[in-house]
């Protein structure tokens, strides 16, 4: 009868004795490891916030305001009042899970190249995008990451990022969308819109080879012309939109990502699938010999693509992958360049004059070339200097694989290593970091592409990430958004904002962008601009 009840007690009680004891031990290692290593403690972002909840519900908070990004500004700036000492690098917790924030590029350097192997995207983000994303290199680590990886690499070759004519198609589509008044000026028109078109019917002419011309479908004057793939481009469109920030939304639930997978979700993700999967089915179709030699010139992403796999599951989770970084990102930097090439009229004028030399007139383009358009110094100088006020990606996240140590950062002189335990999460905000006034001046805020002038960067630096997973589309993306710059300054003469929410309090708005943050950033309220036709 006894037994009854101490066999189950004593297990109970063996139970938890060892569960307190393999804690000890491992909380004993752990202390014995960060000081060996000279580690010391990362300041609490927050006071009195065991949990992180209240970090939580402001974030929330701010999102909601469409300032997210800018919050985790006001989150350090915050501590250094409190702790009257200005850290690179903070620790706090979401829910059972400890993070750090750092704004320190050797922190940063150390996590993304010196202990590359030390850390890795995680279960999380792999769980959190993969319904959508599926395999690709997005989603994956190690071995299955180097196999995507060495499936693009070839596919982003110098010659092969440049096909300027295929993207002046593109442009003169949207030029369709800014027709001129009597005045030679435009209508208003949201300029982000325009861009987020423009990139997805490049990126799918790059990827499927066939464009998914969501910009003739919007065109006032369109009419179908029975090429049904053009409707269920837009559907796609939509559903990757919606699915993108529900992923975006969820990853604030830490290991509760899939709390927010809701049915709807599930349903936008079949679509994308289904869209993407045409294409594929389409290609894996085609006989392999045969091509005219007009359709061998052409290049085309998924045809490179089928000579290294012939898995329609793979080419769709690889397509999706660069679907997704190749399409907001160039969108989200131009829709900011005309944003402060708005706020910056003798920017504008300077630049405009700067491509006329060197490019010639809108009628009478001459050299614009992959080599020429990365030597238009002042033309890398304003693209650059946005990338630093406003990254693409402005915060980003690894996990610890292991054990290990960041180099700096930690104790009350803010120098000292920092201890990581396997499972942790290191959280590095390139906005905040590209603001450092320690780094960039006094005036670290203001859009200024001059102080690019001789200026060489190291990891202070980072809209395109460093080291091995360095962003691959690189020279692509600033190849288009340098084309689609130079044609639209040749174009136009003038630019003025009208009612947009970024202009200073005094013309209406709130004087600073504010950011919708999805997996990319983007101006939340849109470009709203006239354009003012070039006499030449
Ligand atoms: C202004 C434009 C762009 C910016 C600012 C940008 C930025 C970035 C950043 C920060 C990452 C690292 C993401 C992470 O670590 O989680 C990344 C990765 C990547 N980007 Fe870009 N990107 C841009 C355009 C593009 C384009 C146009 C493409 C392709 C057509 C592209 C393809 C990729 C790929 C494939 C990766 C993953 C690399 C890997 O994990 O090995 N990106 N990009
Ligand atoms: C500009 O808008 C007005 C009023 O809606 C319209 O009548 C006019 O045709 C538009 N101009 C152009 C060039 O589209
Ligand atoms: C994401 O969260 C915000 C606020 O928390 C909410 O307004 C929005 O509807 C959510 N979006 C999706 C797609 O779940
Ligand atoms: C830190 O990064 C992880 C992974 O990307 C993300 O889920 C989490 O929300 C980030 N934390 C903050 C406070 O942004
Ligand atoms: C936190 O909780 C989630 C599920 O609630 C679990 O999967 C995860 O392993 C936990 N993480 C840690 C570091 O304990
Ligand atoms: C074209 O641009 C290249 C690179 O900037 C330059 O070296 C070359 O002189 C230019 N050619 C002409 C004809 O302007
Ligand atoms: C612009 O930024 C890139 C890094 O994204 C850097 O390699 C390059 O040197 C910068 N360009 C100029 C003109 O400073």
Not at 236 to 260: E, H, K, M, P
Request: hydrophobic share 40%; with cysteine; proline share 4%.
């Amino acid at each position: 009868m006894q037994s009854y009840i101490l066999y189950p007690l004593c297990f109970l009680a063996a139970f938890l004795l060892y569960n307190v004891a393999t804690f000890i031990t491992s909380e004993l290692r752990h202390r014995k490891n960060a000081r060996l290593n000279n580690c010391e403690k990362a300041t609490p972002l927050k006071s009195n916030d065991p949990l992180g909840i209240r970090i939580i519900v402001d974030m929330l908070k701010a999102d909601k305001e469409r300032r997210l990004v800018m919050y985790f500004e006001d989150l350090m700036e915050a501590a250094a009042k409190r702790e009257k000492f200005r850290h690179s690098t903070y620790e706090s917790r979401l829910l059972n899970l400890s993070w750090k924030l750092t704004i320190e590029p050797e922190n940063v350097k150390t996590v993304l190249a010196t202990k590359f192997k030390d850390f890795v995207l995680g279960d999380l983000r792999r769980g959190n995008f993969s319904p959508l994303l599926g395999n690709g290199i997005f989603t994956n680590d190690d071995k299955q990451w180097e196999h995507s990886r060495a499936l693009l690499r070839p596919q982003f070759v110098r010659e092969q990022v440049s096909d300027l004519e295929l993207e002046e198609r593109h442009v003169q589509n949207l030029l369709r969308a800014l027709p001129l008044n009597n005045d030679g000026w435009t209508n208003v028109t949201d300029l982000q819109k325009l861009f987020f078109r423009l990139t997805i019917d490049s990126a799918s002419e790059f990827l499927f080879g066939k464009s998914i011309e969501s910009q003739l479908v919007e065109l006032p004057d369109y009419a179908p012309s029975g090429e049904e793939m053009k409707l269920s481009g837009q559907t796609f469109a939509n559903s990757f939109d919606r699915a993108q920030r529900v992923i975006a939304n969820s990853s604030t639930l830490g290991g509760l990502y899939w709390l927010g997978h809701t049915r709807e979700f599930k349903k936008d993700c079949k679509v994308c699938h289904d869209f993407i999967d045409q294409y594929v089915h389409e290609a894996l179709a085609r006989p392999t010999t045969g091509k005219s030699e007009a359709e061998k010139q052409k290049y085309v992403f998924l045809e490179a693509l089928l000579e290294s796999t012939r898995d329609p599951i793979e080419l769709r989770g690889e397509l999706l992958n660069i679907m997704l970084a190749g399409r907001d990102t160039t969108a989200s930097l131009l829709s900011f360049v005309f944003v402060y090439l708005e706020q910056h009229p003798k920017v504008f004028a300077k630049l405009r004059a700067t491509i006329i030399e060197d490019f010639g007139t809108y009628s009478d383009p001459r050299n614009i070339t992959f080599t020429s358009l990365k030597n238009c110094a002042y033309l890398q100088w304003c693209m650059n200097e946005t990338l630093r006020l406003q990254p693409v990606v402005p915060i980003d996240a690894r996990t610890a694989v292991r054990d290990t140590v960041i180099p700096t950062g930690g104790g009350p002189d803010g120098r000292s290593p920092i201890y990581i335990r396997a499972g942790e999460e290191v959280n590095w905000s390139v906005y905040v970091m590209h603001r450092r006034k320690d780094i960039w001046g006094p005036d670290a805020d203001s859009f200024n592409p001059s102080r690019w002038n001789g200026r060489k960067v190291g990891w202070e630096y980072l809209p395109f990430n460093g080291g091995p997973r360095i962003c691959i589309g690189q020279q692509f993306a600033l190849t288009e958004a340098g084309y689609v710059i130079v044609r639209l300054l040749q174009r136009f003469e003038g630019l003025s904002g009208v009612g947009n929410t970024w202009e200073p309090v005094e013309k209406g708005g709130f004087g600073f962008v504010r950011q919708a943050l999805s997996l990319t950033m983007a101006p939340a309220d849109g470009v709203k601009v006239r354009l003012k036709e070039a006499r030449e």
